[in-house]
């Protein structure tokens, strides 16, 4: 019903303002950390889990001062390269520079260029406000309290502002797409996606969505400069969109053979792609070198996280895993170029299916990727296919909203079947990685659907 809602209908932009006001709202509700210590939603801490700060901030900044108010030695040496710069937070009576940690530098961050600096910029702020206007510690107990009371709360502030303004952004140009397409249902589907309102305040890949989107955009309005940099940018943010780089610049490459007036045009992408990815890493790169390794090989010798190949190959640390995901992408990528991208329907398809390849076929698919995927979806899909796509997101959804509860649930599924009950979530006999099968193998039947369709479309021609 709603695709016949238009765009111009102020009922149906009111309507929009609401879902995004409700899932915005419901997000930040369910991960915000404040106050210390609060019980998580539904008594699920998977609910009130995020990167933002559990996966990041509190291993670095807060465990580096044990419950018992000494120094953990262990943690420290873990994720910290600069000692002074740790024994300063701990220990510093004002607020001064050694307060404003640099990631890659001082500590390990496994996040690419742009997301630092917006760690660097919150985590920053956070400290010197709350050491410069309410209060300084005096032993590394009451270092604790503060950072949960203060520094914890600031810094999630500061992060939510920056994706709220992105969310905006991806809202917006996922609207101008749409428009063009005169689907106007699509943009509220977003908004209630189970995946949109569970990681758009999880994690930063709303930001690389927004990126995209912009590219996109650039490109339908044929701005191939900022199409480039947008693009770059977003690989930059999360490394991913780098897949949707490869078939475009072949695309460019394939028209400049075929027409010299596309030649200055394909040139100016080209250029603005490139030195929107080159400058964010090369500077870590030759500032932070013993830092920006650690990022690489994070990345490079992580395990299989909620990957397609578990089901055959199910220890986790395998480099199996590894080798199949180069493997079977650069087969995809390569297939992808077949696609020739001759209208705005064909890029927002080759968008999605290059996207998807670097995911589905990764060894690591985190769920809150799909915040990434969900915009790309709703532009290339048919409504069938749609359909299918609202049920993957639905299970992965589930992954992290029952990542903590692996046990429970297991004892009580153990009723019915003979099933270990343990808490690992990363193995196959687990309720987790069941959601995350589902997701996959859903998601691989749109990607071979659209693919087998838009290569019959190449043979025709």
């Given at each position: 019903?709603?695709?016949?809602?238009?765009?111009?209908?102020?009922?149906?932009?009111?309507?929009?303002?609401?879902?995004?006001?409700?899932?915005?709202?419901?997000?930040?509700?369910?991960?915000?950390?404040?106050?210390p210590n609060r019980q998580p939603?539904?008594?699920?801490?998977?609910?009130?889990?995020?990167?933002?700060?559990?996966?990041?901030?509190?291993?670095?900044?807060?465990?580096?001062?044990?419950?018992?108010?000494?120094?953990?030695?262990?943690?420290?040496?873990?994720?910290?390269?600069?000692?002074?710069?740790?024994?300063?937070?701990?220990?510093?009576?004002?607020?001064?520079?050694?307060?404003?940690?640099?990631?890659?530098?001082?500590?390990?961050?496994?996040?690419?260029?742009?997301?630092?600096?917006?760690?660097?910029?919150?985590?920053?702020?956070?400290?010197?406000?709350?050491?410069?206007?309410?209060?300084?510690?005096?032993?590394?107990?009451?270092?604790?309290?503060?950072?949960?009371?203060?520094?914890?709360?600031?810094?999630?502030?500061?992060?939510?502002?920056?994706?709220?303004?992105?969310?905006?952004?991806?809202?917006?140009?996922?609207?101008?797409?749409?428009?063009?397409?005169?689907?106007?249902?699509?943009?509220?589907?977003?908004?209630?996606?189970?995946?949109?309102?569970?990681?758009?305040?999880?994690?930063?890949?709303?930001?690389?969505?927004?990126?995209?989107?912009?590219?996109?955009?650039?490109?339908?309005?044929?701005?191939?400069?900022?199409?480039?940099?947008?693009?770059?940018?977003?690989?930059?943010?999360?490394?991913?969109?780098?897949?949707?780089?490869?078939?475009?610049?072949?695309?460019?490459?394939?028209?400049?053979?075929?027409?010299?007036?596309?030649?200055?045009?394909?040139?100016?992408?080209?250029?603005?792609?490139?030195?929107?990815?080159?400058?964010?890493?090369?500077?870590?790169?030759?500032?932070?070198?013993?830092?920006?390794?650690?990022?690489?090989?994070?990345?490079?010798?992580?395990?299989?996280?909620?990957?397609?190949y578990l089901p055959f190959i199910?220890?986790?640390?395998?480099?199996?895993?590894?080798?199949?995901?180069?493997?079977?992408?650069?087969?995809?990528?390569?297939?992808?170029?077949?696609?020739?991208?001759?209208?705005?329907?064909?890029?927002?398809?080759?968008?999605?299916?290059?996207?998807?390849?670097?995911?589905?076929?990764?060894?690591?698919?985190?769920?809150?990727?799909?915040?990434?995927?969900?915009?790309?979806?709703?532009?290339?899909?048919?409504?069938?296919?749609?359909?299918?796509?609202?049920?993957?997101?639905?299970?992965?959804?589930?992954?992290?909203?029952?990542?903590?509860?692996?046990?429970?649930?297991?004892?009580?599924?153990?009723?019915?079947?003979?099933?270990?009950?343990?808490?690992?979530?990363?193995?196959?006999?687990?309720?987790?990685?069941?959601?995350?099968?589902?997701?996959?193998?859903?998601?691989?039947?749109?990607?071979?659907?659209?693919?087998?369709?838009?290569?019959?479309?190449?043979?025709?021609?």
């Open positions: 019903m709603l695709r016949y809602i238009s765009f111009s209908n102020k009922k149906f932009k009111v309507l929009i303002l609401l879902f995004f006001t409700v899932s915005l709202g419901l997000s930040i509700y369910i991960h915000i950390p404040y106050p939603p539904l008594n699920n801490f998977g609910l009130l889990y995020s990167d933002i700060i559990h996966g990041v901030f509190v291993p670095r900044f807060l465990d580096i001062v044990s419950s018992y108010g000494f120094l953990d030695s262990n943690k420290v040496s873990e994720y910290w390269y600069n000692v002074q710069v740790v024994e300063e937070l701990v220990y510093g009576r004002s607020a001064n520079y050694l307060q404003c940690p640099v990631p890659y530098r001082d500590y390990k961050f496994e996040y690419p260029p742009l997301i630092a600096a917006v760690w660097y910029m919150s985590t920053c702020v956070a400290y010197l406000y709350t050491y410069r206007f309410i209060k300084t510690p005096s032993n590394p107990l009451e270092y604790r309290s503060i950072v949960e009371n203060y520094v914890i709360p600031i810094h999630f502030s500061i992060q939510v502002g920056m994706l709220l303004i992105f969310c905006i952004l991806t809202l917006i140009y996922l609207y101008k797409l749409l428009k063009q397409e005169n689907d106007a249902s699509r943009l509220l589907l977003f908004l209630i996606l189970p995946s949109t309102v569970i990681y758009i305040t999880y994690n930063w890949d709303i930001i690389a969505a927004a990126f995209t989107l912009m590219s996109l955009h650039s490109l339908t309005k044929n701005r191939y400069a900022s199409a480039g940099v947008f693009l770059g940018l977003a690989t930059a943010t999360k490394v991913l969109p780098i897949f949707i780089a490869i078939p475009l610049l072949y695309e460019f490459i394939q028209r400049m053979h075929k027409t010299l007036e596309f030649r200055e045009s394909a040139k100016r992408y080209g250029i603005g792609l490139l030195t929107s990815i080159a400058i964010p890493y090369t500077i870590p790169a030759i500032l932070y070198q013993k830092g920006f390794s650690n990022f690489l090989n994070h990345h490079l010798t992580w395990y299989c996280e909620n990957c397609l199910q220890d986790i640390q395998s480099p199996i895993h590894r080798i199949l995901f180069f493997s079977i992408a650069t087969i995809m990528m390569l297939t992808i170029l077949a696609v020739e991208v001759s209208d705005n329907r064909r890029l927002y398809e080759v968008s999605f299916l290059a996207l998807s390849t670097s995911m589905l076929f990764n060894y690591v698919f985190s769920p809150q990727m799909m915040v990434m995927l969900s915009p790309l979806a709703l532009l290339a899909l048919s409504q069938n296919l749609l359909k299918y796509y609202v049920v993957a997101d639905a299970a992965n959804a589930l992954i992290i909203s029952i990542f903590f509860k692996d046990a429970e649930i297991r004892s009580y599924i153990a009723r019915y079947i003979n099933l270990h009950v343990e808490f690992s979530p990363w193995s196959i006999e687990s309720p987790v990685q069941w959601a995350a099968f589902t997701r996959n193998m859903i998601l691989l039947i749109i990607f071979l659907s659209l693919l087998s369709r838009e290569l019959k479309n190449v043979c025709r021609r």
